[in-house]
């Protein structure tokens, strides 16, 4: 077992290299709506139990299910009511299983990056050809849905292996969201190839906010508007990034949507944002930033 | 390092739809549009969960959402469960009954058995029940042999029946749980339809070894058993946020041309405390005072959606 993911220097944040976003934006705002199939008879995983009760667990994935059936829509319409895409944290089954909602999402101009086949099929222990194989399969499934290449990846369930970032980088993925070490995108040290990580957001997420830690809706935008504030705030000294992860079958429900509108009716009213794609961040860091990044890591943050 | 074998990427239901064949999957979008008798926007269900906890429930495979939580024997579970029985469910008859309200009990059988008086008082407010099983002791699970599921169903369903006549026509599985079998069972015991599949906001059909059923959407997120115990949210979360549903889905119903359904998902020994009961009347009277609402208890709701939306879903298959 390792003690430390290895993959990132540390980096203070004081001193570093500026980062400056398109139009001198402050901050890069991104949106990953997670659209999820949890299987209803998954198959066995030694380090986890896929539900919470014996199969079938009807409570928990009639309400994952109720994301695809209804919230999707819910949280998709206002999105598009504030032209924020999305870049969708896909569990690429969704392609074969409901194609409407990946037509919705090419319609609305969204990303699609891949959080492996299904959310009940973790990565723990997973042999490197496997996990090879699921990220190829992701690629050819992105592209023929939707003609996109796989240029992002969040492990499916946040169950990575200690060898993924690795596989990532040599299956040709730009950027991850495996590590919430920073504000702002960082190199990952990869033994080939070369590899960013982007903010995601375990803070802002849905699922720690309204379902773990039982957060109304009201709060949940205070929450969330507060994180935007202070990120956009600091994005004057140099670029931040805020990611707000969502997942249909919470945001989406009546009672919650309204704090999502909120939310991006907060971000959008402030003109220094880049309403951005994680292909977009990841690109933008790279071709303009990350070779000074990596010089000033190099030289032992000074 | 354990590894996994390789047929832990084989993936047997990656199809288009779901993953197993009891419904088809409909996006809320999809669904055809449904009208509501007078031309109302939205039905209000008030569901009340009736649930009989017994003392000795087995903690085995599962505690339900308000089970014996703590060591046996749990005076404390099972009295203020009991409360709701005695106490609570008058509260909210009396609640209801001022402003011309009925609800759907989703009621435990032994209830009908065990508290006549309550039975009666039920029946002549004009009250629908469903049947939500033998008691919360009775949990329908995967683990659980046919024969014996089929026993309970049909016993919970007779028992009702015999209590309140044939129109008991729901069932809610305890603790929204079931087997593989539990739909065909209660289509067998000639039921209508069924309330545990928390998927959606409207009703939809369901295939069924005895024909077809209706899934009616009845809430967990947004209801008090998971607000105010499971979360121990203050009850203005939970009343502000029905409150909240009611405005998405009315403003669903104006631009979609199609009634929508806000179940209000309540229980006896959670709403109908003293320092509850006022808030529900609250949000009753909140309710009531938007327009384009349409009560009406579970079945009354199934039948208009049966002989407009259901019907027109039925056309297209």
Not at chain 1, 204 to 232: E, G, M, W
Not at chain 1, 237 to 265: F, K, N
Request: a negative charge; proline letters at 8%.
């Amino acid at each position: 077992m390792l003690s430390e993911p290895g993959h990132y220097d540390y980096a203070p944040y004081r001193r570093r290299p500026r980062i400056t976003w398109p139009g001198g934006a402050r901050l890069a705002f991104w949106v990953a709506p997670n659209i999820e199939h949890y299987e209803l008879e998954p198959p066995p995983n030694p380090r986890r139990t896929p539900w919470p009760r014996p199969v079938p667990d009807v409570l928990n994935y009639a309400w994952r299910d109720y994301g695809n059936r209804a919230g999707f829509w819910r949280m998709a319409d206002t999105m598009a009511k504030y032209e924020v895409r999305g870049s969708v944290s896909l569990n690429t089954a969704v392609c074969d299983h409901y194609p409407e909602i990946i037509e919705r999402c090419c319609e609305l101009d969204w990303e699609l990056f891949s959080h492996g086949a299904y959310n009940t099929r973790y990565f723990y222990d997973m042999p490197e050809a496997m996990q090879r194989e699921v990220i190829r399969d992701d690629r050819a499934t992105i592209l023929r849905a939707s003609g996109q290449s796989l240029d992002g990846w969040l492990t499916p369930a946040l169950s990575n292996d200690e060898t993924t970032q690795h596989v990532l980088a040599e299956e040709g993925i730009k950027y991850t969201l495996d590590m919430l070490h920073d504000d702002q995108p960082m190199p990952v040290k990869v033994r080939r190839g070369s590899l960013i990580s982007i903010p995601y957001s375990l803070e802002v997420n849905d699922v720690p906010l309204l379902q773990l830690r039982n957060t109304p809706p009201a709060q949940y935008a205070a929450i969330c508007k507060a994180q935007f504030d202070q990120l956009y705030a600091e994005g004057a000294e140099s670029g931040t990034v805020m990611c707000m992860p969502l997942h249909p079958y919470l945001i989406g429900q009546p009672h919650r949507i309204a704090a999502l509108d909120e939310v991006l009716r907060h971000v959008t009213a402030h003109d220094d944002v880049w309403l951005a794609t994680g292909r977009e961040i990841a690109a933008w860091f790279t071709e303009h930033h990350l070779a000074e990044f990596q010089a000033w890591i190099d030289g032992g943050t000074p | 390092m354990t590894g996994l074998p390789d047929s832990y990427l084989h993936y047997p239901h990656r199809r288009r739809g779901l993953d197993h064949d009891r419904f088809a999957f409909r996006a809320l979008p999809a669904a055809a549009p449904v009208a509501w008798p007078g031309g109302a926007r939205v039905a209000l269900w008030v569901a009340v969960h009736m649930g009989h906890f017994p003392m000795d429930a087995p903690a085995k495979p599962f505690v339900p959402p308000g089970g014996m939580e703590r060591p046996y024997p749990s005076y404390w579970d099972y009295t203020q469960r009991d409360y709701g029985n005695r106490i609570g469910i008058y509260r909210l008859l009396r609640v209801l009954g001022e402003r011309g309200l009925r609800a759907t009990a989703l009621m435990s059988a032994v209830l009908a058995t065990r508290y006549p008086a309550l039975a009666r008082d039920i029946a002549a407010a004009g009250w629908e029940v469903a049947a939500a099983g033998i008691d919360m002791g009775h949990l329908h699970h995967g683990g659980l042999d046919e024969a014996t599921e089929r026993g309970w169903v049909h016993q919970a369903v007779a028992t009702l029946r015999g209590a309140f006549g044939p129109g008991v026509r729901g069932w809610h599985s305890p603790g929204f749980s079931q087997s593989m079998k539990t739909l065909d069972l209660i289509a067998e015991a000639g039921l209508d339809y069924c309330t545990d599949w928390v998927n959606d906001d409207m009703p939809y059909a369901v295939s069924t070894g005895s024909g077809t059923l209706t899934a009616m959407p009845l809430p967990y997120d947004l209801s008090d058993q998971r607000m105010l115990h499971q979360q121990m949210l203050p009850t203005e979360a939970f009343t502000d946020a029905v409150l909240a549903a009611h405005a998405t889905l009315d403003a669903e119903a104006r631009a979609s041309g199609g009634g929508r359904i806000l179940t209000l998902a309540i229980t006896p020994w959670l709403m109908g405390q003293p320092h509850r009961i006022r808030a529900l009347a609250g949000l009753l009277d909140a309710l009531q005072a938007r327009d384009g609402l349409w009560a009406a208890t579970g079945r009354e709701i199934l039948d208009a959606w049966r002989a407009s939306a259901g019907r027109a879903e039925k056309g297209q298959t």
